[in-house]
C-alpha cells in the first residue's frame, strides 16, 4: 500500500509526490442521488501553484466547451479548462472550486477541480496501468491508479489533454529537415503511453532509425538485460543492438530517471547514451535528470530535436 515518508524526494528513487485533488460529481443515472468524489492526481512537478476562481475572460477563438477562457496571473495570460467537462462528467458545486495551475512541455495552463486534499509520496512501482474500463469512463485520460485504503486515485495525462485543445503542441517532424535515412541507429525507447509511443516511433523510422518499444523503464531495463547477455554470448560490442536509449519520465513501476541511473551504474552499459524525452523538462527540473548521468533532456513535444541529438550523440560515442 503506498505511504508518505519523509524522505528528501530525489532524482533516481522511483519515488514521485502526486497532489490529489477531486471532482464532485452527479451520480451516473441518477438525478436525485446523492453527489459523490471522484479522486484524481497529477505528478507535483507539473504543479506551480493552487489558487481560488480567478477572473476569467472568455476565449472566442477556442471552441471547445471545456475550455472556460483565461485570466491573468502575475502579468502571465494563462487558459481555463473545466476538468469535470473535459471528462464528460458533471460537476456539482457544494463548495467555491480551486484551480491548479499547471506547466509541462513548456505551456502553463490550468484546471478547475472541486477541490485539493493533499500530497502522497508513493513508488512509482505503486502505480499500475489503467485497464479498458477506466480508460473508456475517463476519456482515455488516466495513465495510471494508485489504490490506497480507502479509494482508488487516477493519475491524469494532462499532456493529452492540453495537445488536444493545442494542435502545435503535438509531435510532428520538421519538414524543413532532411535526414540520412540510411544511418539506421538503433534506439530502445521507453514510454508507457501508447499513442506517444507509436508517435515517437514512426518519426524516428522517418528519420532513418531502427526503432524497438518498451512499455515502461523496468520493461525497458529488463530488454538492456537481454542485450547485454546476447552481446556477451556472441563476443559483440553492446552498440551492435542498441546505440541510444531514449526515455519518458513518468512511468508506473520503475520512471525513466530510476532507468537512467540503473543504467549509468552498470559497467556494460554506462556508455549508452541516455536522452530523457519528457514534458517534465524544464529550467526548474533539469537537475534531476543531470543528477542522475542523463547525456541529454529534451522537452516534447521537440521530436525534430530528438532525432538531431540522438544521432549527436552517436555518432559522438562511435568517435570516442
Not at 52 to 79: D, K, Q, Y
Not at 276 to 295: M, N, P, Q, Y
Amino acid at each position: 500500500m503506498p505511504q508518505t515518508t519523509d524522505i528528501l524526494l530525489e532524482a533516481g528513487t522511483n519515488e514521485l509526490e502526486i497532489v490529489e485533488f477531486y471532482l464532485e460529481e452527479e451520480p451516473r443515472g441518477e438525478k436525485d442521488g446523492e453527489s459523490y468524489k471522484a479522486f484524481y492526481g497529477v505528478n507535483v512537478a507539473k504543479v506551480l501553484e493552487i489558487i481560488r476562481m480567478p477572473e476569467v475572460t472568455e476565449m472566442p477563438e477556442v471552441s471547445h466547451p471545456a475550455v472556460l477562457g483565461a485570466f491573468n496571473l502575475r502579468s502571465r495570460i494563462i487558459p481555463l479548462l473545466d476538468l469535470a467537462s473535459w471528462l464528460k462528467k458533471k460537476r456539482v458545486e457544494n463548495e467555491p472550486p480551486k484551480v491548479i495551475v499547471t506547466e509541462f512541455n513548456n505551456v502553463t495552463s490550468a484546471f478547475m477541480v472541486s477541490g485539493v486534499t493533499r500530497i502522497h509520496r508513493i513508488s512509482w512501482e505503486d502505480v499500475e496501468a489503467p485497464n479498458k474500463y477506466v480508460s473508456a469512463l475517463s476519456s482515455d485520460s488516466i495513465t495510471g491508479v494508485v489504490k490506497f485504503q480507502d479509494r482508488m486515485v487516477f493519475i491524469l495525462d494532462l499532456e493529452r489533454i492540453v495537445a488536444e485543445l493545442n494542435p502545435d503542441l503535438s509531435l510532428k517532424l520538421d519538414d524543413n529537415i532532411s535526414f540520412d535515412e540510411e544511418t539506421g541507429y538503433r534506439a530502445l525507447i521507453s514510454d508507457d503511453s501508447p499513442l506517444i509511443r507509436e508517435m515517437i516511433r514512426d518519426l524516428l523510422v522517418q528519420a532513418g532509425y531502427k526503432v524497438e518499444k518498451t512499455n515502461n523503464g523496468k520493461e525497458c531495463w529488463d530488454r538492456l538485460q537481454e542485450i547485454k547477455e546476447s552481446a556477451k554470448a556472441d563476443g559483440r560490442p553492446i552498440t551492435d543492438y542498441v546505440q541510444v536509449v531514449i526515455s519518458d519520465i513518468e512511468m508506473p513501476v520503475m520512471d525513466g530517471h530510476s532507468l537512467t541511473r540503473h543504467i549509468k551504474e552498470d559497467l556494460a552499459l554506462r556508455d549508452l547514451p541516455v536522452i530523457l524525452f519528457s514534458s517534465l523538462i524544464t529550467e526548474r527540473l533539469r537537475h534531476k535528470g543531470e543528477s542522475v548521468g542523463a547525456d541529454d533532456q529534451i522537452s516534447k513535444p521537440e521530436i525534430t530535436q530528438l532525432a538531431l541529438r540522438a544521432a549527436k550523440l552517436i555518432e559522438g560515442a562511435e568517435e570516442g
